[in-house]
């Protein structure tokens, strides 16, 4: 398979976690003889700081014109931390998502077993958790009217849906949900919000169609602390732009660090991937950031293009460096392994199913990995 995808390294660890995504598509196409063409552009504070633009036209229009977008990190102190700067890195993302029509997003949450310990939760809590949040992600109170007053002294944010912008992530969740356990989750706060009783209302019409999976609702503040008390419980999460948002980086706790978790931003034309989190500014530089959220990002990458046992591969490389212990710090507190190690012993263990028969094990521990 021929692809051509944008490369949008970003901000902080971006490019240094986007590089081990990168290798990993690389020993994808050698093994598995795909043609992956990738271009690099701006985005975020860099896009700033050379165009003063979070998202130049350049940038848009290569994505426009790639199959996918891989995507590194966005933000940076120096807007975090001043509430008065016009333009900010964030800006560059909300854009993109909306001009590429990116409505739905979607964030796996998963116990990797060789990693119990690292999670602040109990084991016998968050054994078996694997949900998916299905996150409507271009409407909304982030792309609401915004108001200030000329005082600076009232601001208001309007959060507004429409049935149609629920109705189509509606679809995608409950095919999700018919095709694992059949249960799907409606997170909102409709007992307060009229945006959540339309919410209640289409989906509840829509499960009509879906009569495989089982539909309950939880409001969001119960919710939050349901994915704490009792992940497991969990098959499917529907929800909306913002209750999207934090819960789904509540999520990430579970598994030890937010640094496992990819998701996929997806929409009628095109598709972006990219790890749910942030720039993390402190670790630029230092060779500690954990890759491993981006490289399985890459992997949703191609399991939307139907390379599943591409996928799978990447899937097992990574399974193989936890259970080996060649990880980041964020991991293993005493671990020596950096980004750039990490990552390529997952691509140098990226193999078919008939070659990993034939793996030197002694050298995959070594990160050599060698057919014989």
């Known amino acids: 398979m021929n692809l051509k995808i ?14 081990q995504a990168v290798k990993c598509l690389h020993a994808v196409e050698e093994t598995f003889n795909h043609h992956f063409t990738f271009k690099e552009a701006l985005v975020g504070a860099t896009a700033i700081d050379r165009t003063g633009n979070p998202l130049p036209n350049q940038t848009l229009n290569l994505c426009q014109e790639a199959d996918a977008v891989l995507f590194g990190a966005i933000g940076d102190p120096k807007y975090d931390n001043d509430p008065s700067a016009k333009v900010r890195p964030e800006q560059g993302l909300l854009k993109l998502r909306k001009e590429l ?13 060789t990693l119990l310990d690292n999670s602040p ?8 958790t694997d949900f ?10 982030y792309f609401g009217e915004k108001k200030l007053n000329e005082e600076g002294t009232i601001a208001s944010d309007l ?8 109705s189509r992530i509606a679809h995608l969740a409950f095919k999700a ?32 169609s879906y009569p495989e999976v089982t539909l309950d609702f939880l409001f969001v503040d ?9 992940p497991s419980q969990f098959d499917i999460i529907l929800t909306e732009n913002m209750f999207g948002d934090i819960i789904s980086d509540e999520g990430s706790v579970i598994g030890g660090s937010i640094g496992l978790l990819a998701s996929a931003s997806v929409g009628e034309q095109n598709a972006l991937f990219e790890p749910i989190h942030g720039s993390y500014p402190q670790a630029k530089g230092k060779d500690i950031a954990n890759p491993i959220a981006s490289i399985l990002s890459a992997a949703m990458l191609l399991e939307h293009f139907g390379l599943f046992e591409e996928a799978m591969s990447v899937r097992e490389a990574v399974d193989k460096s936890l259970k080996k212990g060649i990880v980041t710090p964020d991991l ?13 012993f997952i691509a140098d263990n990226i193999v078919d199913e008939d070659d990993d028969l034939n793996m030197n094990d002694e050298n995959i521990g070594l990160g050599k990995s060698t057919i014989i």
Do not use: H
Not at 159 to 166: M, Q
């Open 332 to 344: 293993a507190k005493k671990s020596q392994y950096g980004t750039n190690q990490v990552g390529d």
């Open 132 to 141: 998916v949040i299905y996150r409507e992600l271009t409407g909304g109170i």
């Open 222 to 230: 119960n919710a939050a602390m349901q994915i704490i008390l009792n």
């Open 101 to 113: 029509g990116l409505f739905a997003n979607i964030r796996p949450v998963q116990v990797f077993p």
């Open 6 to 19: 944008a490369l949008l390294p970003g901000d902080g660890i971006g490019p240094e976690v986007l590089n």
């Open 159 to 166: 959060c507004e849906y429409s049935e149609k912008e629920i």
């Open 177 to 208: 949900a018919k095709n694992r356990s059949g249960k799907l989750t409606l997170v909102d706060k409709a007992n307060v919000l009229e945006s959540s009783r339309l919410w209640r209302r289409v989906v509840s019409k829509i499960a009509e």
């Open 121 to 128: 939760l109990k084991k016998d809590i968050i054994a078996g």
